[in-house]
């Protein structure tokens, strides 16, 4: 089992930015992809930024040269850095580890507000 807890999310203006951090705590041997998804009001879950093992990174193209994710660091953490952030950035954000299962955090919301 693998418990992650999310931090960091909050109000912004457009432009600004957060980091929301990922915590993960039990079997985290077994990880070997992480990553960050974000679901806005009415609309489907969707990926925002992966990492695998080996240090591979993809992102949405909405966000590219933007957000850039971090991998598992010594105290069991990974980050989602989120700079010039837009209205439409607006969502929940969720952050996701795969072991031998798939496990989610709870949930983060960020706005993108003036």
């Known amino acids: 089992q693998v418990q992650l807890v999310e931090s960091g999310g909050g109000l912004v203006q457009p432009g600004g930015s957060l980091r929301l951090s990922c915590a993960a705590s039990?079997?985290?041997?077994?990880?070997?992809?992480m990553g960050w998804y974000r679901q806005a009001p009415g609309k489907q879950r969707e990926l925002v930024a992966r990492?695998?093992?080996?240090?591979?990174?993809n992102y949405a193209d909405s966000v590219k040269g933007r957000f850039t994710i971090s991998s598992m660091n010594a105290k069991n953490t990974f980050y989602l850095q989120m700079n010039s952030l837009k209205p439409e950035d607006t969502a929940v954000y969720y952050c996701?580890?795969?072991?031998?299962?798939?496990?989610w955090g709870q949930g983060a919301q960020v706005t993108v507000s003036s």
């Open positions: 039990g079997s985290i041997f077994s990880i070997y992809y």
């Open positions: 996701y580890a795969d072991g031998t299962r798939g496990y």
């Open positions: 990492i695998n093992s080996g240090g591979t990174t």
